[in-house]
C-alpha cells in the first residue's frame, strides 16, 4: 500500500544550484517526511511537516505541503557534493508509507 | 544511526536455512519497525511492534517473523519460507505511534544474501 512517489528518479546537478525532488501520497496524514539515505546505509530524518501546515525551512533545506493536491516538495538550496544521497518522503498517516526515492548526484 | 545498533552488516544465507537479523536500540522508544529495502526502491514495511510482547504484520511478513521480549530489542527472523530473501533490511525506531511531530530513527542496515 505504498502511498509516496517521488518524482524525479533521478537528478544530477552542479555544486550550488538547487535541486527540486517531489512527491505525491494517496491518503490522509498526520504529516509528511524526508530523509536522506547515503549508500548503503540508514536513512537519516531531515525535515518533517505536519497536515496543517504548507511550508517549512530548516538550514538549506525548504519543504512544502499541498494536502489539496496531496503533494509536498523538498529545495536544497546551494548544494554541495556531500549532498549527493538518495531522499524519501514518507507520508504518516496509521503508519510511515516510503516512495521509492530521488537518486541527487551533485557534481563538484 | 544514533542508538539503533543493527547486527551483522552482511549475512549470507544457505537455501532452506534461517537466519536471525539483531535491531537494539537504546532510546527507550516505544515502538520498532523492520523494513525490506530492495535495490532502487522505497521501503516496504514488514512488521512493527509498539509495546512488549505485542506486534503487527506489515505489508509484506510473509517469510518472515519477529519477536518483542524486551523494549530494547526487536529481532528479525527470515524463515527458509521467503523465498527471495535478498535485500536491506533497516530497523527503526520511534518514540511512540500516533504522535503528530512522529519520526523514525534508524539503524545502519543489514545487507542479506542468499549463497
Known amino acids: 500500500s505504498q502511498q509516496g512517489e517521488e518524482d524525479p528518479q533521478a537528478l544530477s546537478i552542479q555544486e550550488g544550484e538547487n535541486a527540486t525532488m517531489n512527491c505525491s501520497y494517496k491518503?490522509?496524514?498526520?504529516?509528511l517526511q524526508w530523509y536522506r539515505q547515503n549508500s548503503g546505509r540508514g536513512l537519516v530524518h531531515l525535515i518533517l511537516i505536519r497536515s496543517n501546515e504548507r511550508e517549512k525551512h530548516s538550514g538549506r533545506l525548504r519543504v512544502t505541503l499541498d494536502t489539496s493536491k496531496k503533494s509536498s516538495s523538498l529545495l536544497i538550496t546551494a548544494s554541495r557534493a556531500a549532498d549527493t544521497a538518495s531522499y524519501f518522503c514518507a507520508a504518516y498517516g496509521q503508519n510511515f508509507v516510503f516512495g521509492p526515492g530521488t537518486r541527487l548526484s551533485v557534481l563538484p | 544511526d544514533g542508538g539503533i545498533t543493527q547486527s551483522p552488516k552482511y549475512l549470507f544465507r544457505k537455501e532452506g536455512q534461517n537466519v536471525t537479523l539483531s535491531c537494539e536500540q537504546n532510546l527507550n522508544h516505544d515502538a520498532m519497525y523492520w523494513y525490506r529495502q530492495d535495490p532502487g526502491q522505497g521501503l516496504r514495511l514488514i512488521y512493527y511492534s509498539q509495546i512488549v510482547n505485542d506486534f503487527q504484520k506489515g505489508d509484506i511478513a510473509e517469510g518472515y517473523s519477529v519477536s518483542r521480549e524486551k523494549k530494547e530489542s526487536f529481532p528479525l527472523t527470515v524463515t527458509s519460507a521467503q523465498k527471495n530473501p535478498t535485500a536491506f533490511y533497516l530497523c527503526?525506531?520511534?518514540?511512540?505511534?500516533?504522535?503528530?511531530?512522529?519520526?523514525?530513527?534508524f539503524g545502519s542496515g543489514t545487507q542479506l544474501s542468499v549463497l
Open positions: 527503526a525506531s520511534s518514540v511512540e505511534t500516533g504522535a503528530a511531530n512522529e519520526k523514525l530513527f
Open positions: 491518503t490522509s496524514i498526520n504529516n
